[in-house]
């Protein structure tokens, strides 16, 4: 049998734990981050202010992590979160390793049909702070690689307006860079407040 020999980048990793340890305590410190951003999320005003669906804030944060998200680690924080068979309301935050953090406002069911229309109304609001929707069939993809999302500036307000009405499900979406890594709390923060302060008028 033949044995799987390892390129010289790969024995140069084998042999170097450290790596390791380093990768290790940064995925601590996003957990700790996230943790800190679900309190902020919660001590929000708005979170106080909006009518959210019966039970949604009783069911608290949760926050997951994986390593294989597009073969590369992951931890998300869901808060608020609502995921039934038949209907979501979710703010969704994703740490992928090597690309950004990505913040998701999730409406399906009776929720898109509760508010869609006044995502659509607001399309010059999310234009300007440059969100993004999304645009595949399949709702479960999260990142902002291979089409999946269109700044919402880069649409006229027709285009925007019929993607919503037409879609099951809406997705809105930021990415925030690790440069800002600093300042990710209070910009998501104000981002989520700015998404549901949009949609109080019909709540």
Excluded at 32 to 58: I, S, Y
Excluded at 98 to 104: L, S
Aim: net charge negative; hydrophobic share 45%; no cysteine.
């Amino acid at each position: 049998m033949e044995i799987t020999s390892l390129t010289a980048e790969e024995q140069a990793l084998v042999v170097n734990a450290d790596w390791l340890y380093l990768k290790n305590g940064i995925l601590e410190k996003v957990m700790t981050l996230m943790g800190q951003l679900h309190q902020a999320l919660e001590a929000a005003p708005v979170t106080k202010e909006f009518l959210f669906p019966d039970g949604l804030l009783a069911a608290g944060g949760k926050i997951s992590r994986g390593e294989r998200y597009r073969e590369l680690p992951y931890i998300i924080l869901d808060y608020p979160r609502l995921f039934s068979k038949d209907n979501i309301f979710a703010f969704r935050t994703m740490f992928w390793w090597g690309h950004y953090f990505i913040a998701t406002l999730h409406l399906a069911g009776e929720e898109k049909e509760k508010y869609g229309h006044m995502i659509a109304s607001a399309w010059q609001q999310l234009a300007e702070h440059r969100f993004q929707v999304y645009l595949l069939e399949d709702p479960w993809q999260h990142d902002f690689e291979n089409g999946n999302y269109k700044l919402i500036s880069a649409m006229s307000e027709l285009e925007f307006k019929q993607l919503i009405d037409r879609r099951p499900f809406i997705k809105l979406a930021k990415p925030y860079s690790f440069e800002d890594w600093g300042k990710i709390i209070p910009e998501i923060v104000r981002d989520y407040t700015l998404l549901l302060r949009g949609l109080i008028s019909i709540s």
